[in-house]
């Protein structure tokens, strides 16, 4: 009875020391695979039926977008009376090239403006005939070259940041002669001065590039990623986006690529993409992207948007 008791005791003894060693173990391993966890690098947010590289998906429609209601007021906002003096020409083209008023500078004095070269082009071809991009000052009447590209319709912005101008522009390849036209492909760059020296920020761009208003971070999607560059141009990659993936329509009046413009709402992550898609019912495709978590959703608008 008495050797019963001892071997009982010895046993006890031994489990006991089991889980003291035990313990620390099973401790250090669960460290060790959090390190890791992470170390492993980490995959793009991806919207919703995008599909893996090399792998084709039929186009589904996103989710429909949900949203809280909105607070309401009964104050009525009051319009503002101005009083204008006599206009005074300080600018004019040269030979009635077209002129725009792109952007005040945050000085007040200069404005940034862009001026159709339309006696110049690309190619003998007499096609994209070009622009230039210069900053103009009202009081001292001075112009600044900043660049030249081929015309594009498109927007280009003044990053007080970098003192520089943001823009996009299209790289002229080839030439299709069964269609009749160019083949390009659409860049993003920046000037700082010097039109022979212009950075490229990125190629390939599927859609022009947005930037956020107060912020200036700049949003654009590339070789179906999309990217966005702080003040700094420092590249942060937030999403694998296949645009092809959400024309889920039927019915088509032709088979291009659907081309959407880009709004950034102030203070926040979305952005609102639109576009006439080329459906023969005569709408377009709305949606809504979160810059945060890479989702997307769909308003359905019944017809086309415009911003």
Excluded at 54 to 80: D, I, R, V, W, Y
């Amino acid at each position: 009875m008495k050797r019963l008791r001892t071997t009982k005791g010895l046993l006890e003894a031994l489990v006991v020391i089991g889980l003291i060693l035990l313990i620390p173990l099973f401790f250090t391993m669960r460290t060790t695979a959090e390190q890791n966890a992470a170390s492993m690098p980490r995959a793009l947010p991806t919207v919703a039926n995008a599909p893996a590289e090399g792998n084709a998906l039929a186009p589904k429609q996103p989710p429909a977008c949900t949203f809280p209601l909105a607070g309401t007021t009964t104050a009525e906002s009051m319009p503002e009376s101005y009083t204008f003096s006599e206009p005074k020409v300080v600018l004019t083209a040269a030979e009635g090239n077209p002129l725009n008023v792109v952007q005040w500078l945050p000085d007040n004095q200069q404005v940034l403006v862009t001026e159709g070269l339309r006696n110049q082009y690309v190619d003998n071809n007499n096609t994209a005939p070009q622009q230039s991009i210069s900053l103009y000052n009202l009081e001292t009447g001075e112009s600044k070259l900043y660049a030249v590209r081929n015309e594009t319709g498109e927007t280009e912005i003044w990053q007080p940041e970098l003192n520089g101008v943001v823009y996009s522009a299209l790289n002229f390849t080839l030439l299709d002669k069964a269609k009749g036209n160019r083949i390009f492909t659409r860049e993003l760059r920046v000037s700082y001065g010097d039109p022979d020296a212009t950075q490229l920020l990125a190629d390939n761009l599927q859609f022009p590039f947005i930037v956020k208003p107060g912020e200036n971070e700049i949003l654009y999607l590339s070789d179906k990623k999309m990217s966005k560059l702080d003040k700094s141009l420092k590249k942060l990659s937030l999403a694998s986006v296949d645009p092809a993936q959400w024309d889920y329509a039927k019915s088509r009046r032709d088979d291009r690529p659907v081309d959407y413009q880009m709004a950034w709402q102030p203070g926040a992550p979305l952005v609102f993409l639109y576009s006439g898609a080329g459906l023969s019912s005569g709408g377009g495709y709305t949606f809504i992207f979160d810059t945060t978590t890479g989702s997307i959703c769909e308003l359905n608008l019944s017809g086309w948007a415009y911003i």
